[in-house]
């Protein structure tokens, strides 16, 4: 049988008897994990169980811990991080390998928890009027820069057992709007996008994971890219990126229409799991029967991100933190 396609959530601390039914019926390719689904480190490993039992295998577990504004695992479970992008700034010249201890402590806080996919790293670029919610998430504005910061990010979680999921492919930095409640408009030709926006995504197209942005890229297609044909093409075909691509937040008011088109429509755009967060029960359902299974191309590749996946490189953390807060002139966390 194959993965069905979706990546979805839950509303409380533990599963209830509905959500438990519906997903061994419908069996979603995984799932993710918010602030409303986290108490204590017991708890969260208990959620985790909860969830691969009811699909009766070791599904992927994600969550958003980029660190700073973006972090659902805060203090005392996990290290409260500054914004990644002014970790990289005061790490400077140290920056790569600076990221590369700092999401390998996250990827071990993570794993610990039974926890093992983290939506990063986030390689979109951070321009002058980048929109404010976007904008400090980011690594830096250059393009070579920021794709060596996002290879070194990636690796933390891979040596960590976690995979990395790049987002928000093929760039948002453009946007001067939040799409959690606009659609953001980029008006640049695609022959400077392939030079800045979408080059660190080809830098990494080698990820196991992409998440989608949602906006309009308006001289290649009116619509959102994640429900465009001819933006997937460009990720698929010009970014070369043939990992597991995964919608951003379906429900996000960005994109218009209800939730089981807004479904279809990505998966036929060539989306091969779409992503619903923050619904009730009746729309998590309606949103797992619009996406069905996985077709055989992304079924097969589920499973070689997957295969991705393996135990934690050993890690002495307190060597890790020593050098970490070595090479950030001593402030490394924030507060």
Same mark, same amino acid.
């Given at each position: 049988?194959r993965?069905?396609?979706?990546?979805?959530?839950a +509303?409380g601390?533990r599963?209830?008897p509905?959500?438990k039914?519906l997903f061994?019926?419908?069996?979603p390719?995984?799932?993710i994990?918010?602030?409303?689904?986290?108490?204590?480190a017991?708890q969260?490993?208990a959620l985790?169980?909860?969830?691969?039992?009811a699909?009766?295998r070791?599904?992927?577990?994600?969550?958003?811990?980029?660190?700073g504004r973006?972090?659902?695992?805060?203090a005392?479970l996990?290290?409260?991080?500054?914004?990644?992008?002014?970790h990289?700034?005061?790490a400077?010249d140290?920056a790569?390998r600076?990221?590369y201890l700092?999401y390998?402590?996250? +990827?071990?806080e993570?794993?610990?928890?039974g926890i093992?996919?983290?939506?990063a790293?986030?390689?979109d670029?951070?321009?002058?009027d980048t929109?404010a919610?976007?904008?400090?998430?980011?690594y830096?504005g250059?393009a070579?820069? /920021?794709?060596?910061?996002?290879r070194? /990010?990636a690796?933390?979680?891979?040596?960590?057992? /976690?995979l990395?999921?790049?987002?928000?492919?093929?760039g948002?930095?453009?946007?001067t709007?939040?799409?959690?409640?606009?659609l953001?408009h980029?008006?640049?030709?695609?022959?400077?996008?392939?030079?800045?926006?979408?080059a660190?995504f080809r830098?990494?197209?080698?990820?196991?994971?992409g998440?989608?942005?949602h906006?309009v890229?308006?001289?290649?297609? &009116?619509r959102?890219?994640?429900i465009?044909?001819?933006?997937?093409?460009v990720?698929?075909?010009?970014?070369g990126f043939?990992?597991?691509?995964?919608?951003?937040d379906?429900?996000?008011?960005a994109?218009?229409g209800?939730l089981?088109?807004?479904?279809?429509?990505?998966?036929?755009?060539g989306?091969d799991? /779409?992503?619903?967060c923050?619904?009730?029960l009746a729309d998590?359902?309606?949103?797992? &029967?619009?996406?069905g299974e996985m077709?055989e191309v +992304?079924?097969?590749?589920?499973?070689k991100?997957?295969? %991705?996946? %393996?135990?934690? &490189? &050993?890690?002495?953390?307190r060597? +890790?933190?020593t050098?970490?807060?070595?090479?950030?002139?001593?402030?490394?966390?924030d507060?």
């Amino acid at each position: 049988m194959r993965f069905g396609a979706t990546i979805t959530d839950a +509303a409380g601390l533990r599963l209830t008897p509905e959500e438990k039914a519906l997903f061994r019926q419908m069996n979603p390719f995984g799932f993710i994990l918010f602030a409303r689904n986290i108490e204590t480190a017991d708890q969260v490993r208990a959620l985790c169980d909860d969830f691969r039992e009811a699909v009766g295998r070791n599904c992927p577990i994600t969550i958003d811990q980029e660190g700073g504004r973006v972090q659902r695992l805060r203090a005392p479970l996990a290290r409260q991080w500054m914004p990644p992008l002014d970790h990289a700034e005061r790490a400077g010249d140290h920056a790569e390998r600076a990221m590369y201890l700092r999401y390998r402590l996250i +990827a071990h806080e993570l794993y610990s928890m039974g926890i093992d996919s983290n939506c990063a790293p986030m390689v979109d670029l951070a321009r002058p009027d980048t929109h404010a919610f976007l904008r400090n998430r980011c690594y830096g504005g250059d393009a070579s820069t /920021v794709a060596k910061i996002g290879r070194a /990010v990636a690796q933390g979680h891979l040596d960590g057992g /976690v995979l990395p999921i790049v987002k928000h492919i093929p760039g948002h930095g453009r946007a001067t709007l939040d799409s959690h409640f606009d659609l953001p408009h980029v008006n640049a030709p695609l022959v400077d996008l392939l030079q800045t926006d979408f080059a660190p995504f080809r830098a990494l197209n080698d990820l196991p994971m992409g998440m989608t942005a949602h906006l309009v890229f308006e001289q290649l297609d &009116e619509r959102p890219a994640t429900i465009s044909p001819q933006m997937m093409a460009v990720i698929r075909d010009q970014i070369g990126f043939d990992g597991l691509i995964m919608t951003d937040d379906i429900s996000m008011k960005a994109l218009s229409g209800s939730l089981a088109d807004l479904s279809r429509q990505a998966l036929a755009a060539g989306c091969d799991v /779409v992503l619903h967060c923050n619904g009730s029960l009746a729309d998590r359902a309606a949103v797992m &029967e619009a996406a069905g299974e996985m077709s055989e191309v +992304a079924q097969a590749r589920a499973d070689k991100a997957l295969a %991705q996946r %393996q135990s934690p &490189e &050993e890690l002495d953390i307190r060597a +890790a933190e020593t050098e970490l807060s070595r090479l950030m002139g001593g402030q490394v966390y924030d507060g």
